[in-house]
């Protein structure tokens, strides 16, 4: 442990990797320009706070729980170019979620891969593209709002994603534009060099009164020991209606940080969920700003980590116009010696009343050795507001099975109903019904894979 | 042949004595109450019969169908006919109610070598049960026993054991906790379900059941053992002269009648 802080709290000297890769960054801008000049201000600005906070370290609140030292230790080494072997044309076919139809935009160790992409018929004034290739086209509408959103000053990892970030995605609906079918932004890391570091910017924008529903899946090569970190940044403008999905099932060796920074406008209806199922160390960061009145949105989530995988949902919701409805659904299932980390801080301002706010965390353990630190927060600052929050972690209810069994049930299936229950809990909270069916197989296939419920204890 | 004989019964918990030598004899068809004061047995006899675990038997027996009842596992016992409706029903979230009912009737079903039922015949099959027990359908959709109110989850009891037309039911304390009209509903429920095949073992703290479920015997239970049994009448008299004109009446000395 102590050799762990003297790691992170290393400051960026002139040998630093990550110095020596922004010269890489720099070089590439003045022999090849393709990025307005507009960003290279917000990379050096990133750089210079990733240096200040260094990797967050155990003594920091919101990281009390979560070790990073394995990634701070990695040899840093941005994917600045894409791969030289291009992944097979047909591996799209055979992913998960391949059951969707609609756009898809797919990103090999954070390079936008267009042989592998599609985009169909898309509505009018609809924009699916690589964040790079949007740059040259649509700047100042991206200008707007990148880096906007991202309002966490104290996010190392934003900051260097900011720093680094090769590419992404750019999705803009225009206002009261319709698009039925989901956005795929699938990620695949195949890079095996420990320390390979991906850092991806998406920007997701629902004008007002559109609709669109974005997919983000994070999936890897078995033994692909990249580094992935992701800031999305997501805007549901006045009357828009979003659902935004995060799959994430990287490999067992994988290390995944990701962000999501989003401002929701009045009346705007939101659901985003996060489906933690691979990496080794996974990171999600919620940063929800409820800016306009009368809002509703929902963050959901569901992580199912075995092994030695820890995985870390880390959570504020702010409530800034009044009206709002946030509710918060987390439900994780833990095998193994595996690790689960909760936080969820709901922040009510002076002016936000009638505030209508629901947070809860249950944990399933599996195991003896499986453990949570969960930790649920309400910061109120109105006096006519309705907040709740709770957290429990057990064990599978005895009682239950012992009803189940009493109704003819074999221990077996009872304790797989109880499981998919819980699961499912979350699961049908997700509104697209060919998504929520593809995911509702994927997770069951996953907990049947659970030698514990096959052994029926 | 008679459906449940248990003999000479006795089983704790927790290293506790609870049943001290019970004999019971249930002949198909017949609905018995059993009567007792807190902590006679009641609910220990129900969990015994419906196979809880952590219920030492130390002594004596218990054959239903003819067989070793205490050899079955909790669903084995189940899908040979015998039901338990809870005292406390569980509330099992995220378990959908319909999924739930449909599976335990296939168990049965398959158990008895029937054909299992799809998703549109259960639905046929339990829609006039529902409406015996006066409940509301959305409640089939929603998660087993959560958010139903102490009466809803009496009634659901019930609709279950309409469901599954067991054997032998045993209804413990399924009287608690519920006002006259529920307790009206529960009680044409389950007499509905009266019939020369099926027997009821119905455990009871108050005689106010007995008005509506009407048994053909009455058992009274104390320090785990039955003190007494007679006619529907016995139920009567313990309700003018209470509990305490058998047990400390006559200690240790009653017998079965």
């Not at chain 1, 109105?382 to 109704?407: P, W």
């Not at chain 2, 019969?49 to 239903?64: D, K, P």
């Amino acid at each position: 442990m102590i050799q762990t802080e003297t790691a992170q709290q290393r400051p960026a000297a002139a040998s630093d990797p990550f110095l020596a890769a922004f010269a890489r960054i720099e070089q590439a801008r003045d022999r090849q320009p393709v990025w307005p000049a507009w960003i290279f201000p917000l990379r050096k600005a990133g750089l210079a706070r990733f240096a200040e906070l260094g990797f967050p370290t155990l003594q920091q609140e919101d990281w009390r729980f979560t070790n990073v030292a394995t990634i701070a230790q990695l040899p840093f080494r941005p994917l600045l170019a894409p791969g030289e072997v291009p992944p097979p044309a047909d591996l799209a076919v055979k992913l998960p979620l391949a059951e969707l139809t609609g756009p898809r935009l797919v990103f090999v160790d954070g390079h936008f891969a267009p042989a592998l992409s599609s985009l169909g018929n898309l509505p009018k004034g609809v924009k699916v593209a690589s964040l790079a290739a949007a740059l040259a086209t649509d700047g100042p509408l991206i200008q707007q709002h990148l880096e906007q959103h991202v309002r966490d000053n104290a996010n190392a990892f934003a900051a260097l994603n900011s720093a680094y970030f090769q590419d992404g995605a750019f999705v803009f609906v225009p206002a009261g534009v319709v698009v039925a079918e989901p956005v795929q932004l699938i990620h695949l890391a195949t890079s095996k060099e420990a320390g390979a570091a991906v850092n991806l910017r998406h920007l997701l924008v629902a004008e007002p009164d559109s609709q669109m529903t974005v997919i983000e899946s994070y999936l890897a090569a078995p033994d692909a020991a990249c580094f992935t970190n992701v800031v999305t940044e997501l805007v549901a403008a006045s009357g828009a209606r979003v659902e935004h999905c995060k799959f994430q099932d990287e490999s067992a060796a994988a290390f995944h940080i990701a962000a999501l920074h989003a401002t929701f406008g009045r009346a705007s209806n939101v659901w985003h969920h996060s489906f933690a199922l691979g990496a080794r160390l996974s990171r999600n960061s919620i940063r929800a700003r409820l800016e306009g009145e009368g809002l509703e949105c929902v963050l959901n989530g569901l992580y199912l980590p075995k092994g030695d995988q820890l995985m870390d949902h880390h959570m504020v919701v702010e409530h800034v116009a009044p009206r709002c409805a946030s509710h918060e659904y987390f439900n994780g299932i833990l095998d193994d010696r595996a690790k689960g980390v909760f936080h969820g801080r709901i922040h009510v301002n002076p002016g936000a009343q009638k505030t209508d706010a629901k947070q809860t965390n249950k944990n399933l353990l599996l195991s003896d050795e499986a453990t949570v630190d969960t930790k649920p927060q309400l910061e109120i600052h109105a006096d006519d507001v309705k907040c709740t929050h709770g957290a429990t972690i057990g064990q599978m209810n005895e009682e239950s099975i012992f009803y189940l069994r009493v109704r003819g049930i074999g221990e077996d299936l009872a304790r797989r109903m109880l499981m998919h229950g819980f699961a499912g809990e979350i699961i049908d909270r997700v509104q697209h019904p060919v998504l929520r069916e593809a995911l509702d197989q994927i997770v069951w296939a996953r907990l049947e894979e659970n030698p514990q419920i096959a052994e029926g204890k | 042949m008679s459906l449940l004989e248990i003999k000479n019964l006795h089983a704790g918990v927790e290293g506790r004595e609870i049943i001290k030598g019970l004999s019971l004899t249930i002949n198909p068809g017949e609905v018995h109450a059993v009567m007792g004061p807190n902590g006679s047995g009641k609910s220990t006899l129900a969990a015994v019969l419906a196979g809880r675990e952590g219920y030492i038997i130390t002594q004596g027996s218990v054959f239903y169908k003819g067989a070793d009842l205490l050899d079955l596992d909790p669903e084995e016992r189940a899908r040979e006919g015998l039901f338990l409706a809870f005292q406390y029903p569980v509330e099992i979230s995220g378990v959908n109610t319909t999924y739930f009912l449909k599976a335990a009737l296939n168990e049965v079903r398959k158990h008895r070598g029937q054909p299992e039922v799809d998703a549109i015949e259960f639905l046929e099959l339990i829609k006039d049960k529902i409406q015996l027990l006066e409940l509301r359908e959305d409640l089939l959709k929603r998660s087993v026993n959560e958010g139903f109110s102490g009466g809803e989850k009496k009634r659901a009891e019930i609709l279950q054991m309409a469901v599954l037309e067991p054997t032998l039911a045993v209804l413990d304390e399924t009287d608690s906790g519920l006002d006259i009209d529920a307790l009206r509903i529960v009680a044409n429920g389950v007499n509905r379900l009266r019939h020369p095949g099926h027997s009821q073992l119905v455990i009871t703290h108050y005689q106010r059941l007995l008005n509506y479920i009407v048994p053909d015997f009455v058992h009274v239970l104390s320090d785990g053992r039955i003190v007494k049994s007679g006619r529907k009448e016995l139920a009567l008299e313990l309700e003018s002269k209470g509990y305490d004109w058998l047990i400390k009446g006559h200690p240790g000395q009653l017998q079965p009648a």
